[in-house]
């Protein structure tokens, strides 16, 4: 059980054996649905392969026991998968494995194989706000395919709307291409949303919310992200007919995306990484959002 092969273009789920995986597959089986694919879901055997470690065994052995049984404590799970997609109305075709090694390690493994991989995490106090569990943190920072992250709060009643952060990135663009790419199955629109902090309109510093200078900058970005929507939509023919909302706030753009999850179905943001894709770190206003949001979150590397 342990070496099934991910299939190509699967969406890939990591479970853990806990009732918080009950939404996480949720989630993933829609997301395989709407896109026509398989859903592969990952048992990471992490206790026994930190257990086994210094016997200098590798992640593809198999662990056994003194009876020379193999040990394998996939079953359970994979049944418990099976009996939720079983809930569903319609559910996509079932692949699992149960590899040998950490959750984070594991999911990374089908990287370039994944259309996509959906992970829960449980947020924890520490020294900031909330702290992402180590392995959805790991998932998002260093993957290359899209990485959704379905939080404590789980997956709110549908909103029919998709929020994506824009700064005129080429990180933000991709992310609203999947945004309008994901709007199409769905459905759904997209908001694409972008802030100001600062501007400056013939040599004065904008501060009044109701006046000309204010209400120009407001026009001037609002004009800019339809640009780059109009730049997104006419490179894919499938996406031409989606809905797009342009929301321009004043404020930081954590705050205004946090505050916009409340109304979503979705949060998608662009890493915003640097560095190789291995190496990538998320940038500040990601893992804020991660860490925070209170529907799933969709991070798209560059």
């Known amino acids: 059980m342990g ?9 890939v789920v990591g479970v853990d054996g806990t009732e918080r995986d009950r939404e996480v597959v949720r989630w993933a089986a829609g997301a395989a649905l709407r896109r026509g694919v398989g859903l592969h879901a990952i048992f990471a055997q992490e206790a026994m392969a930190t257990a086994y470690a210094p016997l200098g065994l ?7 026991t003194q009876a020379g049984e193999e040990v394998d ?22 692949t699992f494995s149960a590899p040998w090694g950490t959750g984070s390690q594991t999911l990374l493994e089908a990287d370039g194989v994944a259309q996509m991989i959906v992970v829960g995490t449980a947020r924890k106090h520490g020294l900031t706000r909330f702290l992402l569990g180590s392995t959805s943190l790991t998932v998002a920072m260093h993957a290359s395919c899209p990485v959704v992250v379905v939080g404590p709060d789980g997956v709110p009643e549908s909103q029919g709307r998709l929020v994506v952060g824009v700064d005129g990135s080429r990180d933000s663009s991709k992310a609203l291409h999947f945004a309008m790419d994901a709007a199409s ?3 759904h629109k997209v908001v694409a949303l972008a802030t100001w902090n600062m501007a400056v309109v013939d040599g004065y510093v904008v501060t009044e919310p109701e006046s000309e ?28 007919e989606v809905e797009v909302e342009i929301d321009v706030q004043h404020g930081r753009p954590l705050t205004a995306l946090v505050a916009a999850s409340q109304t979503a179905d979705l949060v998608i943001v662009g890493s915003r990484g640097r560095g190789g894709v291995r190496g990538a770190l998320l940038g500040s206003v990601s893992q804020g959002v991660l860490a925070e949001a209170h529907c799933p979150v969709a991070v798209i590397t560059h």
């Open 3 to 11: 070496q099934t092969p991910i299939p190509e273009n699967s969406v």
């Open 58 to 64: 590798g992640l593809d052995a198999p662990l056994v």
């Open 73 to 94: 404590e996939g079953a359970p799970v994979r049944e418990s998968v099976e009996e939720i997609l079983a809930e569903l109305p319609e559910a996509p075709p079932l």
């Open 185 to 187: 199955r769905w459905g």
């Open 213 to 240: 200078e204010w209400k120009r900058t407001v026009a001037d970005m609002e004009a800019r992200v339809a640009e780059v929507v109009e730049e997104v939509r006419s490179g894919d023919e499938r996406i031409r």
